[in-house]
């Protein structure tokens, strides 16, 4: 439990929190982070539904992913990347929101890499700003893959509207290509961040 206030009326209440979530222990827990229940609380006194910011670690065994969900810009204990390093096949990454989690979730199960999923949305961001300049820099997210040809499906916000973006695969195949012959873009070991940002130390 932790206390957190209320954006609405600002009252304080004790709200529930996780430091880690095994989703082989508790496997409902994978649907509340995935329709974003989990991170969400509701006043007791106003009834206003609020974000609830934690850090807390999603661990998917099955899957070999693990997911630090760690807001603002603290690094996780050096001890502890050290011991997960070495864990073999894991996918070991950090996120600062709990929509970033969500996403990640989302393109383990669509059995996807994140990097070339990182680098789609890269793509897809600039082909967007040559009709509309503010998508350049919009939040892209991943959702799912759809119909006989595994399309990928994005939500951007676009003048205050949430849009969704279908995407076809060949974007894909196409960002692996440009991947394969660029091996010197990879993850950090231990738990990487992999998003934006990071992508834009290769390419400008």
């Known amino acids: 439990m932790a206390l957190a206030s209320c954006n609405h009326c600002h009252q304080q209440t004790e709200v529930q929190t996780l430091q880690s979530i095994n989703v082989a222990l508790d496997p409902a827990l994978k649907t509340r982070v995935k329709d974003g229940s989990l991170f969400v609380w509701e006043c007791p006194y106003c009834g206003a539904r609020n974000l609830a910011l934690y850090q807390t670690l999603y661990h998917d065994p099955d899957a070999r992913l693990m997911v630090w969900l760690l807001p603002g810009d603290a ?46 949305k890269w793509v897809t961001r600039r082909e967007l700003a040559q009709k509309t300049p503010s998508a350049l820099n919009a939040p892209l997210r991943f959702l799912r893959t759809e119909g006989a040809d595994n399309d990928l ?37 231990g738990f990487a961040e992999v998003n934006a940002a990071w992508l834009d130390r290769y390419f400008r």
């Open 75 to 120: 690094t996780p204990p050096a001890a502890v990347s050290e011991a997960v390093a070495s864990l073999e096949g894991y996918t070991l990454r950090l996120v600062r929101e709990a929509g970033d989690l969500i996403e990640k979730v989302n393109i383990h199960d669509a059995l996807l890499d994140d990097v070339i999923v990182e680098m789609c």
């Open 153 to 189: 499906v994005f939500a951007l916000p676009l003048d205050g509207q949430m849009q969704v973006l279908n995407v076809g695969f060949n974007v894909y195949e196409d960002a692996r290509g440009i991947l394969l012959r660029n091996p010197a873009i990879h993850p950090d070991p």
